[in-house]
């Protein structure tokens, strides 16, 4: 017999009281922890003080008021802060959104999306192909695939440079990306500037348990157009790309800047990402509660379970409702956004400018080196980091959405 709605509420309403149970629980359990820890000597903070800090804000049981800093929830009045004294330290959490204009396809677009055109190469199931298990047995996609997605050059977007232009003002604390295709660094933005959640195309280890002898971005570039698998010269085992597989763990730098980082944040802008792979999108979360919070995107993302927030759970982004009082949503393509706010700013005509002479200056190498018979000076990339809990993509790379220590869109 068919359950009528009014059961179905009361039985789901019970499931979300048995886990906000749980999740108290587990908040001071953590706690407990915490000051056995103390005693015990355990130096910074660990995977669990991140789920204990998560836990916290998400209970609600933290001492921070939340203060609404913003005179106006829209891009102006964003703008208007990013101007004021307030504002001084930026942290920008980015996806593969950023990189489709420069023709890096992402994830999950239907019919364009790399998932909806993986079918040549016979896998199971599409992410296999950025698996580390299924990797090491048949590494062979991946490497077809990383040929496919290295066409040419590769030019950073309007996206990118006004990430840049951040930096050129004193404002940008960090850049956060789930891509792989190293754009970001293309752009302009030093190692020290980014935090590549998900790995880079940059170097490669050889996976020998007792080798992993490192390789540079031009020795893997000649293997994926060799067509030859990539083994190490020294033991003959597979050597891999130094980005995070589905199945593997994400970056100590991850974790280790995560800490200050999100202390320390003025402003926080997420573009291009749906925030659905953890523990990447857990990062909305970290920011102080009067933190300001600006969605540039396709669509709204991020957002709260609505059973939860009816039990004051839940820090997601809340563009719409009543309580909203410092997340903006700008909907559209991220290059038209990044100029909106260029334009509000004051820095359009620059923007436009650096775009103009960087790309120039690409076209130039690109050139010299078409003459001299090299190839393609920018990585492989074909993909960033988009949204749910898929793999690592050429720009991006993968794990599950349950792996709280692996990489995320």
Same mark, same amino acid.
């Given at each position: 017999m068919l359950l009528t709605v009014a059961?179905?509420?009361?039985?789901?309403?019970?499931?979300?009281?048995?886990?906000?149970?749980?999740?108290?629980?587990?908040?001071?359990?953590?706690? #407990?922890? #915490?000051?056995?820890?103390? %005693?015990?000597?355990?130096?910074?903070?660990?995977?669990?003080?991140?789920?204990?800090h998560l836990l916290s804000r998400t209970l609600g049981l933290g001492s921070e008021k939340p203060e609404k800093v913003l005179d106006e929830l829209t891009l102006d009045g964003v703008s208007r802060f990013m101007q004021s004294e307030k504002c001084r330290n930026v942290v920008c959490i980015v996806g593969?959104?950023?990189?489709?204009?420069?023709?890096?396809?992402?994830?999950?677009?239907?019919? $364009?999306?790399?998932?909806?055109?993986?079918?040549?190469?016979?896998?199971?199931?599409?992410?296999?192909?950025f698996e580390i298990n299924y990797f090491k047995q048949h590494p062979e996609p991946f490497f077809a695939l990383a040929r496919e997605l290295y066409p040419g050059q590769f030019k950073p977007t309007v996206c990118h440079y006004f990430i840049r232009l951040l930096k050129e003002k004193g404002l940008l604390l960090r850049c956060y990306t789930q891509n792989?295709?190293?754009?970001?660094?293309?752009?302009?933005?030093?190692?020290?500037?980014?935090?590549?959640?998900?790995g880079t195309f940059f170097t490669s280890h050889c996976l020998g348990s007792s080798c992993k002898k490192q390789y540079t971005? !031009? =020795?893997?570039?000649?293997?994926?157009?060799?067509?030859? $698998?990539?083994?190490? #010269?020294?033991?003959?085992?597979?050597?891999?790309?130094?980005?995070?597989?589905?199945g593997e763990s994400l970056p100590p730098r991850f974790f280790?800047?995560?800490?200050?980082?999100?202390? +320390?944040?003025?402003?926080?802008?997420?573009?291009?990402?749906?925030?659905?792979?953890?523990?990447?999108a857990s990062l909305v979360s970290r920011v102080p509660t009067n933190t300001p919070r600006l969605l540039i995107n396709k669509?709204? $993302?991020?957002?709260?379970?609505?059973?939860?927030?009816?039990?004051?759970?839940?820090?997601?982004? !809340?563009f719409d409702?009543? +309580?909203?009082?410092?997340?903006?949503? =700008?909907?559209?393509?991220?290059?038209?956004?990044?100029?909106?706010?260029?334009?509000?700013?004051? =820095?359009? %005509?620059?923007?436009?400018?650096?775009?103009? +002479?960087?790309?120039?200056?690409i076209d130039a190498k690109s050139g010299q080196a078409g003459e001299a018979g090299a190839s393609p000076s920018l990585p492989p990339s074909g993909a960033t980091a988009s949204p749910s809990p898929p793999p690592a993509k050429p720009g991006s790379s993968p794990q599950k959405e349950s792996?709280?220590?692996? +990489?995320?869109e």
């Open positions: 059961t179905k509420r009361r039985r789901q309403f019970c499931v979300h009281v048995a886990l906000l149970h749980r999740l108290i629980f587990l908040y001071f359990v953590l706690q #407990d922890s #915490d000051s056995d820890s103390e %005693n015990g000597g355990a130096s910074g903070e660990s995977e669990m003080d991140f789920l204990r593969a959104g950023i990189s489709t204009s420069a023709g890096i396809p992402d994830f999950r677009s239907p019919g $364009t999306g790399l998932y909806a055109n993986l079918q040549s190469y016979n896998l199971p199931y599409p992410e296999a192909i792989i295709d190293t754009l970001e660094r293309v752009a302009g933005l030093d190692q020290e500037d980014l935090v590549e959640a998900h971005l !031009d =020795w893997m570039k000649e293997k994926i157009f060799s067509t030859v $698998t990539p083994k190490c #010269d020294k033991c003959q085992s597979l050597v891999k790309p130094d980005i995070v597989f589905f280790t800047l995560m800490q200050s980082d999100f202390q +320390k944040v003025d402003l926080l802008i997420i573009m291009g990402t749906s925030l659905q792979v953890q523990p990447f669509e709204k $993302t991020g957002q709260s379970d609505p059973f939860m927030s009816l039990m004051g759970l839940g820090t997601g982004m !809340d409702s009543e +309580k909203a009082y410092r997340d903006v949503a =700008w909907l559209g393509e991220c290059d038209e956004g990044c100029t909106a706010l260029a334009e509000l700013l004051g =820095w359009k %005509n620059e923007l436009e400018e650096l775009v103009k +002479k960087e790309h120039s200056a792996d709280a220590g692996s +990489k995320a």
